[in-house]
T-cell receptor
Framework: GAVVSQHPSWVICKSGTSVKIECRSL??????MFWYRQFPKQSLMLMAT?????????EQGVEKDKFLINHASLTLSTLTVTSAHPEDSSFYIC?????????????FGSGTRLTVV | EDQVTQSPEALRLQEGESSSLNCSYT??????LFWYRQDPGKGPEFLFT???AGEEKEKERLKATLTKKESFLHITAPKPEDSATYLC???????????FGQGTTLQVKP
């Protein structure tokens, strides 16, 4: 139980295009989804917190117009990187509470490696 | 401001050489201190949740403990397959955020 499916696993896009990353909770309802960015050999940097049916809360320094987050249902949250540039290349991961914290903690997706060329 | 700090940044051990990883935290309204293991290119894998000072949890060679300011992940007689990055995170009810420390990259040599 408590599985978060994240797609795509990796994507290469041209500079100036947009990329959408999906996170689906497969066997639970995710009212809140956390989105993180991770640079090589660095930790998880919280980008934003999304709540189903409302606007996402972005961390300081994260451009909300560049990183569009939509949490339209209890099982799907999406992150769209708009007008991507090489500096947006990174590893993006989502996380949600999947049930008993003792048993599952916050469940993470498998991550998306974005490369902008 | 909530903060989680891990040390050391990197740790090299010989197989069988026990050690501890440290996680210092300042999280308002802490509602859980979490430990994860992350392998390169993958999402973090859940290990433990701790809620209150004095709590301890064990799983195979790993034991996590919690005080009011720190958490420790003790690794007893590690094996090469324990090599990974270990992340410590805290969820604060005041902010509703789950934040992480920088991680400790553990390398266990045979």
């Amino acid at each position: 139980g408590a599985v978060v499916s994240q797609h795509p696993s990796w994507v290469i896009c041209k500079s100036g295009t947009s990329v959408k990353i999906e996170c689906r909770s497969l066997d639970f309802q995710a009212t809140t989804m956390f989105w993180y960015r991770q640079f090589p050999k660095q930790s998880l940097m919280l980008m934003a917190t999304s709540n189903e049916g409302s606007k996402a809360t972005y961390e300081q320094g994260v451009e909300k117009d560049k990183f569009l987050i939509n949490h339209a249902s209890l099982t799907l949250s999406t992150l769209t990187v708009t007008s991507a540039h090489p500096e947006d290349s990174s590893f993006y991961i989502c996380s949600a509470r999947g049930g008993l914290l003792d048993r599952y903690g916050y469940t993470f997706g498998s991550g998306t490696r974005l490369t902008v060329v | 401001e909530d903060q989680v700090t891990q040390s050391p940044e990197a740790l090299r051990l010989q197989e069988g050489e026990s050690s501890s990883l440290n996680c210092s935290y300042t999280v308002s309204g802490l509602r859980g201190l979490f430990w994860y293991r992350q392998d390169p290119g993958k999402g973090p894998e859940f290990l433990f949740t701790l809620y209150s000072a004095g709590e301890e949890k064990e799983k195979e060679r790993l034991k996590a403990t919690l005080t009011k300011k720190e958490s420790f992940l003790h690794i007893t007689a590690p094996k090469p397959e324990d090599s990974a990055t270990y992340l410590c995170g805290g969820f604060g009810s005041n902010t509703g955020k789950l934040i992480f420390g920088q991680g400790t990259t553990l390398q266990v040599k045979p």
